[in-house]
């Protein structure tokens, strides 16, 4: 009777975890089941009796990655010209580059979007950038459904479909895939890196498009971290996010070396702030002397001679636009050689760092069946510089071109923590040799097309290879997905998914001589469009320049197409758009097919513009007030009150202990740009930053007294729109104790840099008289913003 009691028991137990697990909708076979994330659980397989002497356990088991997958590498480079990394032709020493190219294969026609995180969401998704909401960068997001800068959960990630597969991630560095206004300590944290859209098991860096690399605004997961040491310790950000990523794969290897991973590598170099260490500055000292016109013409010979392009292929001329390297003065030509050889330093310096990564997985004995994507540039080179370079690049993208002046006083500091340079458009124009335009521009392919490394020893028999095959960056995770052996999922998380739009590279790797199973691609960017399409390119270059970041221009209807033949044509030489007109309407149309199918339009071309914050969702949007407690750091500028064009306040209640007391009591920005109120000298000090090239402060007439005290600033616009001057007037305690103008306002954003409550975390807004973090020696009750009524201004313009 015991024994057939206990039967029953097993068994009933057996049919209930199997009617948990395995509900109607999921009992289907299990090669169905593959496609479906996460796997149902499998049924419990022991033997439950009264007692554990006659029952026999089973643990759920871990989900294992396929026999023999292999480890993924990405590496992803950020602003790299085609021309400018020594293994495609450039000037520049690229020596960890080399050896993979020489143990692996080269993509010469392996193109990208044209733009940081529309990039960067193609790549981790497989998808379109438009078809998972990331048409434009996170930062400039409108509410179409090609530019919200949500990636939609019908769009999994690549790391969430591997780690449901078995396989550990981590992502190192630069993320910029997570809308603006949820990088909050409120979320919603799905689309941080570690959450359910993207996948990643662990995080490492910075969440915006750039960071300083002395002084980056860094996470580890969702949480805010302080950089481990200074710049004067020898701090970079490079390096440190190389470090974190040997750490984690030295601890993965330790403690489970069967289990797969999966890293992506994504450095913040070398977009600007092009900042590296002083001895890498010093490598390409007189190296650029020539010019960029000249370094063109050498890079192009090289690429020839490495066979890196066709022989028949073309140097494309320098668009009226650029101006002529001989027609620059001395000292214009001395301050570009200066931020050509800084940025190229900077290049050198990146690829050192991945060496020291690779030499981490060769010596786990891994490199062999590790897949290696070195992808060298999510665009092309940025001319966002403007046509002079500038010493703050945020101004830059804030419409404003601090140029040669800027650049002379900053002159010996270039490169490094007290500037944030970035070169003119004529070095950006030559690292994208031998094509034509840069960063941004998507119909041509000094914006889009990038070199692309793959090694990977035991899946592929090429060495020193060279693959002609026309692909882009959405190729590279269905390609991943095929080397593991790992089905496209259909449901992950519960949400059926689009389809993944990119087609494998896997093929090509030991078939040099295959035809691209890429057949049609559209591309666009802030207006530029362009389609391939069976081997032939339509292109336009629409109105506003790459370097013009203010004022939408030109004419969508008006835009002149261009036409190229690309089987005999690889740098888009020859426009033959006169001689086939009816091929010209024939792409036209099969671009607006795409753009239809992928959520291209509405087509926008506004820039800064679109940096505006109020454009996008804030849940302080319909608030005119916040108060801040103490120990409030970190609040990314998406997330916080308006304070661009606008009348605010800041009331600050504290009390000190003492007439010592000094630091900082809020502060938003940092040595890029922004503004803070602060004691020094014993008396309350407003701060306001422009671009570090103008510091405006209201000092208090009065110190700051003993006891309980209430600081009020007002700031107010002379006049309306971005940009304009604004009055400040200084209270505290209700009396009026300081005032003053601040000439020059930022328009649109200060930076990266968050707002803070008792400190300035990362950089000072004032170097000039603290350093970070300047805590406030006293005690804080709360800081409100807010924002003054519409009548305030009125008042002010009148």
Same mark, same amino acid.
């Given at each position: 009777?015991? &024994?057939?009691?206990? /039967?029953?028991?097993?068994?009933?137990?057996?049919?209930?975890?199997?009617?948990?697990?395995?509900?109607?909708?999921?009992?289907?076979?299990?090669?169905?089941?593959?496609?479906?994330?996460?796997?149902?659980?499998?049924?419990?397989?022991?033997?439950?009796? &009264?007692?554990?002497?006659?029952?026999?356990?089973?643990?759920?088991?871990?989900?294992?990655?396929?026999?023999?997958?292999?480890?993924?590498?990405? +590496?992803?480079?950020?602003?790299?010209?085609?021309?400018?990394?020594?293994?495609?032709?450039?000037?520049?020493?690229?020596?960890?580059?080399?050896?993979?190219?020489?143990?692996? +294969?080269?993509?010469?026609?392996?193109?990208?979007?044209?733009?940081?995180?529309?990039?960067?969401?193609?790549?981790?998704?497989?998808?379109?950038?438009?078809?998972?909401?990331?048409?434009?960068?996170?930062?400039?997001?409108?509410?179409?459904?090609?530019?919200?800068?949500?990636?939609?959960?019908?769009? @999994?990630?690549?790391?969430?479909?591997?780690?449901?597969?078995?396989?550990?991630?981590?992502?190192?560095?630069?993320?910029?895939?997570?809308?603006?206004?949820?990088?909050?300590?409120?979320?919603?944290?799905?689309?941080?890196?570690?959450?359910?859209?993207?996948?990643?098991?662990?995080?490492?860096?910075?969440?915006?498009?750039?960071?300083?690399?002395?002084?980056?605004?860094?996470?580890?997961?969702?949480?805010?971290?302080?950089?481990?040491?200074?710049?004067?310790?020898?701090?970079?950000?490079?390096?440190?996010?190389?470090?974190?990523?040997?750490?984690?794969?030295?601890?993965?290897?330790?403690?489970?070396?069967?289990?797969?991973?999966?890293?992506?590598?994504?450095?913040? $170099?070398?977009?600007?702030?092009?900042?590296?260490?002083?001895?890498?500055?010093?490598?390409?000292?007189?190296?650029?002397?020539?010019?960029?016109?000249?370094?063109?013409?050498?890079?192009?010979?090289?690429?020839?001679?490495?066979?890196?392009?066709?022989?028949?292929?073309?140097?494309?001329?320098?668009?009226?636009?650029?101006? @002529?390297?001989?027609?620059?003065?001395?000292?214009?030509?001395?301050?570009?050689?200066?931020?050509?050889?800084?940025?190229?330093?900077?290049?050198?310096?990146?690829?050192?760092?991945?060496?020291?990564?690779?030499?981490?997985?060769? @010596?786990?004995?891994?490199?062999?069946?590790?897949?290696?994507?070195?992808?060298?540039?999510?665009?092309?080179?940025?001319?966002?510089?403007?046509?002079?370079?500038?010493?703050?690049?945020? $101004?830059?993208?804030?419409?404003?071109?601090?140029?040669?002046?800027?650049?002379?006083?900053?002159?010996?500091?270039?490169?490094?923590?007290?500037?944030?340079?970035?070169?003119?458009?004529?070095? /950006?124009?030559?690292?994208?040799?031998?094509?034509?335009?840069?960063?941004?521009?998507?119909?041509?392919?000094?914006?889009?097309?990038?070199?692309?490394?793959?090694?990977?020893?035991?899946?592929?028999?090429?060495?020193?290879?060279?693959?002609?095959?026309?692909?882009?960056?959405?190729? +590279?995770?269905?390609?991943?997905?095929?080397?593991?052996?790992?089905?496209?999922?259909?449901?992950?998380?519960?949400?059926?998914?689009?389809?993944?739009?990119?087609?494998?590279?896997?093929?090509?790797?030991?078939?040099?001589?295959?035809?691209?199973?890429?057949?049609?691609?559209?591309?666009?960017?802030?207006?530029?469009?362009?389609?391939?399409?069976?081997?032939?390119? @339509?292109?336009?270059?629409?109105?506003?320049?790459?370097?013009?970041?203010?004022?939408?221009?030109?004419?969508?209807?008006?835009?002149?197409?261009?036409?190229?033949?690309?089987?005999?044509?690889?740098?888009?030489?020859?426009?033959?758009?006169?001689?086939?007109?009816?091929?010209?309407?024939?792409?036209?149309?099969?671009?607006?097919?795409?753009?239809?199918?992928?959520?291209?339009?509405?087509?926008?071309?506004?820039?800064?513009?679109?940096?505006?914050?109020?454009?996008?969702?804030?849940?302080?949007?319909?608030?005119?007030?916040?108060?801040?407690?103490?120990?409030?750091?970190?609040?990314?500028?998406? /997330?916080?009150?308006?304070?661009?064009?606008?009348?605010?306040?800041?009331?600050?209640?504290?009390?000190?202990?003492?007439?010592? $007391?000094?630091?900082?009591?809020?502060?938003?920005?940092?040595?890029?740009?922004?503004?803070?109120?602060?004691? /020094?000298?014993?008396?309350?000090?407003?701060?306001?930053?422009?671009?570090?090239?103008?510091?405006?402060?209201?000092?208090?007439?009065?110190?700051?007294?003993?006891?309980?005290?209430?600081?009020? %600033?007002?700031?107010?616009?002379?006049?309306?729109?971005?940009?304009?001057?604004?009055?400040?007037?200084?209270?505290?305690?209700?009396?009026?104790?300081?005032?003053?103008?601040?000439?020059?306002?930022?328009?649109?954003?200060?930076?990266?840099?968050?707002?803070?409550?008792?400190?300035?975390?990362?950089?000072?807004?004032?170097?000039?008289?603290?350093?970070?973090?300047?805590?406030?020696?006293?005690?804080?009750?709360?800081?409100? %913003?807010?924002?003054?009524?519409?009548?305030?201004?009125?008042?002010?313009?009148?």
């Amino acid at each position: 009777m015991r &024994e057939k009691y206990s /039967a029953l028991l097993a068994g009933a137990a057996t049919l209930a975890l199997s009617a948990l697990f395995f509900p109607a909708s999921a009992q289907t076979s299990g090669a169905d089941t593959d496609t479906v994330l996460p796997r149902p659980e499998a049924p419990f397989k022991g033997k439950i009796g &009264e007692t554990y002497k006659d029952s026999t356990p089973d643990f759920p088991r871990q989900m294992r990655a396929p026999e023999g997958a292999p480890n993924v590498l990405v +590496i992803l480079l950020d602003d790299v010209g085609f021309g400018h990394a020594g293994t495609l032709g450039g000037a520049v020493k690229t020596a960890t580059m080399d050896r993979l190219a020489r143990d692996g +294969i080269v993509f010469n026609q392996f193109h990208t979007t044209a733009l940081c995180s529309p990039t960067r969401a193609a790549l981790l998704t497989g998808r379109n950038h438009h078809s998972v909401g990331t048409g434009v960068i996170i930062e400039m997001g409108t509410g179409y459904p090609g530019y919200t800068g949500i990636v939609p959960p019908s769009a @999994a990630g690549l790391p969430e479909i591997l780690r449901l597969n078995g396989y550990a991630t981590a992502a190192f560095g630069k993320w910029h895939n997570t809308p603006a206004n949820e990088i909050s300590p409120a979320g919603p944290f799905d689309r941080w890196p570690t959450g359910r859209t993207w996948g990643f098991e662990n995080f490492y860096g910075f969440m915006n498009g750039e960071t300083s690399q002395f002084y980056p605004v860094l996470y580890q997961n969702t949480s805010p971290v302080a950089q481990p040491k200074q710049p004067d310790q020898g701090y970079h950000f490079t390096e440190d996010m190389t470090d974190q990523a040997i750490g984690w794969l030295n601890r993965i290897n330790a403690t489970n070396p069967q289990k797969p991973w999966f890293l992506y590598y994504s450095t913040g $170099a070398i977009h600007a702030p092009h900042h590296v260490p002083k001895e890498y500055r010093e490598k390409y000292r007189g190296k650029f002397d020539a010019g960029w016109d000249k370094y063109r013409e050498e890079t192009f010979a090289r690429q020839k001679q490495l066979g890196v392009i066709p022989e028949n292929a073309k140097l494309t001329p320098r668009p009226d636009e650029i101006p @002529a390297w001989d027609d620059q003065s001395a000292d214009a030509k001395r301050i570009y050689e200066r931020l050509m050889e800084n940025y190229s330093g900077f290049l050198e310096h990146t690829d050192v760092q991945v060496g020291r990564l690779i030499d981490t997985v060769r @010596a786990a004995g891994e490199l062999d069946n590790t897949l290696i994507f070195f992808i060298v540039g999510d665009n092309g080179a940025s001319a966002e510089g403007g046509l002079e370079g500038t010493a703050n690049e945020i $101004a830059s993208i804030n419409g404003i071109q601090l140029g040669l002046e800027g650049l002379k006083e900053k002159f010996d500091e270039i490169g490094g923590p007290e500037t944030e340079p970035h070169v003119p458009v004529g070095w /950006a124009w030559a690292a994208d040799a031998p094509f034509k335009w840069t960063k941004q521009v998507a119909s041509h392919f000094g914006g889009t097309r990038n070199g692309l490394i793959v090694h990977w020893p035991k899946g592929m028999k090429s060495k020193d290879g060279l693959r002609t095959q026309f692909h882009h960056v959405i190729d +590279i995770a269905p390609t991943i997905l095929e080397a593991a052996g790992i089905p496209e999922p259909t449901i992950v998380n519960g949400v059926e998914q689009k389809p993944i739009e990119g087609v494998s590279m896997k093929y090509a790797f030991d078939d040099e001589a295959a035809p691209s199973h890429r057949t049609v691609q559209y591309f666009e960017m802030l207006g530029n469009r362009g389609i391939y399409k069976d081997g032939w390119m @339509a292109t336009t270059r629409h109105g506003r320049l790459p370097w013009e970041t203010a004022g939408a221009q030109g004419n969508f209807d008006s835009d002149k197409w261009e036409l190229y033949n690309l089987n005999d044509d690889f740098t888009q030489a020859n426009d033959l758009a006169q001689q086939f007109p009816d091929k010209v309407e024939a792409l036209k149309s099969a671009f607006m097919e795409e753009a239809r199918k992928y959520n291209v339009l509405p087509l926008d071309d506004r820039m800064s513009e679109r940096f505006d914050v109020t454009l996008r969702p804030n849940p302080l949007a319909h608030l005119n007030s916040v108060e801040y407690g103490a120990g409030v750091t970190g609040i990314n500028e998406a /997330a916080f009150l308006n304070t661009h064009g606008v009348p605010f306040k800041i009331t600050a209640n504290v009390e000190a202990n003492d007439s010592d $007391a000094e630091g900082v009591i809020a502060a938003i920005g940092g040595i890029t740009s922004g503004w803070s109120l602060y004691v /020094a000298d014993g008396k309350p000090v407003f701060t306001y930053n422009f671009f570090d090239v103008e510091k405006y402060s209201v000092q208090a007439s009065e110190a700051l007294p003993a006891g309980a005290a209430t600081i009020e %600033v007002d700031v107010v616009p002379t006049e309306a729109g971005a940009g304009k001057p604004a009055d400040v007037t200084l209270r505290m305690n209700g009396q009026h104790v300081g005032e003053g103008r601040v000439e020059r306002t930022v328009p649109f954003a200060y930076g990266v840099e968050g707002f803070d409550v008792g400190m300035d975390t990362v950089s000072p807004v004032d170097s000039d008289e603290y350093q970070s973090p300047f805590a406030f020696t006293g005690m804080i009750k709360g800081v409100t %913003v807010e924002r003054q009524p519409e009548s305030v201004l009125e008042r002010a313009i009148k």
